[in-house]
Structure formats: C-alpha cells, structure tokens
C-alpha cells in the first residue's frame, strides 16, 4: 500500500470538515472565555483528524465488504479498494490503529481537563464505528444526516470548547454550532443523493432515498439560507461578535452561487465528485467567515 492509497483510504481531504468545526468551537471559546491552551489545542487536532481518519477508514472497509462500493455502480477514483484491489483488511487495521491512537491522546486530554471526556469521547468513536459497522448501519437509515451533523458538527464544537474553555454553556454552544451541524448534514445529503441509484440497489434508506428528488433540493436549498442565515441572528442576540453579520453576508454570495451551479450540474454518480467538492467549498465558506468574525473580534 502507498502512502496515496492510505490517504484514500481515510479520505485525507475530506478532513477539512471535522478541522473546520474543531477550530471553530476552539476560537469561539477564546472569544467568549478569553482562555486558550496550544498544549490542549494540539493534542486536541491530532485526536479529532485520528478519530476522523479511522472512521473513514471503517467506512471504506463496510462499504466494500458489504458491496455497496461496487466497480460498476462507482465512479471515484479515490476508493482504492474498488478500483486499485487493495486489501480491505488494511483498511481495517488502519482504522483499529487510528482509534487506539485517538484514544490515547483522549486520555491525555482527559487528564488535563476531566475524565468526562472519555467518556464524550467513547461514544463519539462508537457512533463513527456503528456508522458503517454492526448489524443496522446508520447509513443505511435516514438518519444519517443527523448523526453525522450531531457529533461532526454539535458534539465536536461543543468538545472543542470545553477543552480550550474547561467550562461549557450547554445552550449556548447548541445554538452556535447549529450551522455546522446543518451544513455538515447537507454534505451527506449531496453524497447520498449522487449515490441514490447505487444505495437503492444496495438495499439503503437514506434520508435521500425516502425523499423525492424536488424535496432533496428544497432540503438543501434551505440548509444554505438557513446555515448562513442563523449566525447574523446570533449576533443581533449577542451570542456571537456583530462583526459576524457583515462576513456572514460577504460568505452567502458565493456560498449561494456554489450552490446554484451544483444544482445545475445535477446530482448523479458521474458528478458526484464535483458535487462534493462543491457543497465543501461551502462549509468552508461558512467556516472562514466565522472564524474571520471571531479573530477580528479578539483582535478589536
């Protein structure tokens, strides 16, 4: 196995996602609390991209075994184990070795901060096992979305601040990191609606199976209004700096312009990959513009 098949494998440039909640929890909790580790900041980093890596590793190792990643229904290049005929046994191991590294790193971070982290940390690594793994894959069900929004976007943020802060608002978190959990939710859902013929044929109910094709794109359409428009309401409320509403209004331009040639272009197997790429740009659009907010407000 080479080192771009092991980046395959564990969809290295995917990583952007859990990065970008990660840093954005981390900063928002310097600007509320004024408190900021790089010891805690840097073994936090390692732990959520190892927790990430495995679960996409998981993914990649279930997928191909229970014959949803076929050669025939696949057009991504990126699936070595399809395309290439690497062992999906390596897929495995290096998921095994990647949560054990995580977890060591969690209890180090636990025994700077509290010992409530293992356990936060325990069922964030179970639900990215059962997330592909077990008797009844949550991506096999419509509630993919949910979770992969919940714990990517909700649960990661709220982790991230608490263990820069070493306090958390429950409610105040939840609010905040709600943007992160929608627009993660519609980068699955632009996946699962580019996989429908695959996932149909591999026997998934995915939230885009169950849904028409115009409900799918009215349910993406509103993640993108909503997810940009929540940030300039949290300001109004004072939940999160006012500089917040001019880069979230500067974002949504382009943010919105990358949705609407998404949908043009269409949502099928043979776009997929410009389709992903697209709906990342996006989160990452929204990522920049918060964080920029929350760095211009610790700068002032």
């Known amino acids: 196995m080479t080192i771009k098949q092991f980046n395959r494998i564990v969809e290295i ?21 004024g408190t900021w580790s790089w010891n805690r900041f840097i073994v936090m980093l390692f732990a959520v991209l190892f927790v990430d890596m495995g679960t996409t590793g998981f993914n990649s190792y279930f997928d191909y075994i229970s014959g949803t990643d076929k050669a025939e229904l696949n057009f991504e290049r990126d699936k070595v184990l399809v395309h290439e005929g690497v062992d999906p046994r390596l897929a495995l191991y290096i998921s095994l070795a990647l949560f054990t590294s995580a977890g060591v790193l969690g209890l180090l971070l636990a025994w700077w901060t509290s010992f409530w982290l293992v356990v936060v940390g325990g069922i964030c690594m179970i639900v990215g096992f059962l997330y592909t793994g077990g008797p009844l894959p949550i991506s096999r069900t419509p509630f993919g979305e949910l979770f992969a929004g919940g714990f990517l976007g909700t649960v990661l943020f709220g982790i991230s601040y608490y263990v820069q802060a070493l306090s958390i608002d429950v409610q105040r978190s939840i609010l905040v990191s709600l943007p992160h959990l929608i627009l993660i939710g519609m980068i699955l859902t632009v996946n699962n609606t580019c996989d429908r013929k695959a996932d149909t044929i591999a026997g998934r109910r995915t939230l885009s199976i169950v849904l028409s094709k115009e409900s799918n794109h009215l349910l993406m359409r509103f993640m993108v209004i909503i997810s940009f428009f929540l940030p300039i309401l949290y300001a109004i409320f004072n939940l999160v700096p006012l500089a917040t509403i001019p880069c979230m209004i500067v974002a949504f331009i382009p943010a919105w312009r990358t949705y609407r040639q998404m949908k043009i272009r269409g949502f099928s197997l043979e776009t997929k990959g410009p389709s992903m790429a697209s709906v990342s740009r996006i989160f990452l659009m929204y990522c920049s513009a918060f964080f920029l907010a929350m760095l211009g407000s610790l700068v002032m």
């Not at 952007?16 to 600007?31: D, E, H, N």
Request: net charge positive; aromatic share 10%; proline share 0%.
């Open 13 to 33: 440039r995917t990583k952007v996602i859990s990065m970008g909640t990660f840093l954005s929890g981390s900063i928002y909790a310097a600007v509320i609390t």
